[in-house]
């Protein structure tokens, strides 16, 4: 075992539920590794329902960000198996998991995506909340023994470059794809639109 390797393994069970962990905290970490997610499709939803052309903008981008993060990361599972910390019999696991690669985490890698196309195009209340999430999510997900904690240092790096990489097909297409989808928004809920209880 190299050393990178023992200092990921040691700071998991520094960070990993134990069997005498508390009822209520493996609770709250496992909504908050399961469902706080969800809430950021709403959030990029409520920016396109009620923002502005900008705001939809922002939230195409963000969706593209995270898509294409997933998808670097399945590239990555595809040449690096990392097992996941019960597939090795280390620490304590409190939420089912399929046993696939563990590096990076899928969740952490949307949320910070997110969280940075968010922060860098303006919106820093939004950004920061998706931040929060991430790292909540990041934590829970450590905590109960289905992720490492290089796992998430490997999803912000690649969010990061998920972000770099989308920016110049942005630069370049970002305008027309946004308008392109205003104008097939605008078609298919005219009807909610016109009564005024969806911005046009």
Sequence with gaps: ?????????????????????????????????????????????GLWLWGNEGQRSLAIRAFAVAMFGLGLNQLIGLVYEH????????????????????????HATVLIGIALTLLLGGARWWGGLTLLAGVSVAWARVFLGVHFPMDM?????????????????????GVAVTRWTITVYRKL????????WLRR
């Excluded at 023992?6 to 960070?15: C, K």
């Excluded at 240092?153 to 297409?173: F, M, N, Q, S, T």
């Design 189 to 196: 809920l005219a009807r909610p639109i016109d009564l005024g």
């Design 1 to 45: 075992m190299n050393k990178l390797e023992a200092f990921n393994q040691a700071l998991f069970l520094a960070i990993n539920g134990t069997l005498v962990s508390p009822a209520w905290q493996i609770g709250t970490a496992v909504l908050v590794a399961d469902y706080v997610i969800y809430l950021v499709p709403l959030l990029l939803l």
């Design 153 to 173: 240092l490997g999803a912000v790096l690649v969010a990061c470059a998920a972000y770099v990489l989308i920016a110049p097909a942005w630069h370049l297409a």
């Design 83 to 106: 097992p996941r910390p019960f597939m090795i019999g280390l620490g304590h696991a409190f939420l089912a998991h399929a046993p696939d690669s563990s590096f990076p985490s899928d």
